[in-house]
C-alpha cells in the first residue's frame, strides 16, 4: 500500500521556522522525484520545491533563500525546511511522489504563518 504521510505543520509568526517531513511506503522511493507544493484558500495548487532522485533540486522564485529541500533516501522521506515564513506563505502543503508513469500525493499538512 503506497502512503505519503506529511508532518511538521503548525502556527508560526511571521519570521520564523518550520520544518515538513514526509515519510513514503509503499513503492521504491529512491527513485521518484519528490516535491513539496502548497495551496492556499481560493488557490491552485502550486509546485514549492523538488527533488530528483540524485538531489538536483528547484524551486518557486517566492521561496528562493528561505526553503531548502532535501531527501534522505534510506529513511524513505523528504524534507522542506522553511525559514524566515510570510503571511503569504500559509496553506496546506501536500509531498508528491512522481517517476513518470505514477504519481502519489499526500493528504497535507497547514502551515499557518500569522502573529
Known amino acids: 500500500q503506497v502512503r505519503l504521510v506529511e508532518s511538521g505543520g503548525g502556527l508560526v509568526q511571521p519570521g520564523g521556522s518550520l520544518r515538513l517531513s514526509c515519510t513514503a511506503s509503499?513503492?521504491?522511493?529512491?527513485?521518484?522525484?519528490m516535491s513539496w507544493y502548497r495551496q492556499a484558500p481560493g488557490k491552485e495548487r502550486e509546485l514549492v520545491a523538488g527533488?530528483?532522485?540524485?538531489?538536483?533540486?528547484n524551486y518557486i522564485d517566492s521561496v528562493k533563500g528561505r526553503f531548502t529541500i532535501s531527501r534522505d533516501n534510506a529513511k524513505n522521506m523528504v524534507y522542506l525546511q522553511m525559514n524566515s515564513l510570510k503571511p503569504e506563505d500559509t496553506a496546506v502543503y501536500y509531498c508528491?511522489?512522481?517517476?513518470?508513469?505514477?504519481?502519489?500525493w499526500g493528504q497535507g499538512t497547514q502551515v499557518t504563518v500569522s502573529s
Open positions: 508528491k511522489a512522481n517517476n513518470g508513469n505514477r504519481i502519489y
Open positions: 509503499g513503492f521504491t522511493f529512491d527513485v521518484y522525484r
Open positions: 527533488i530528483t532522485w540524485d538531489r538536483r533540486t
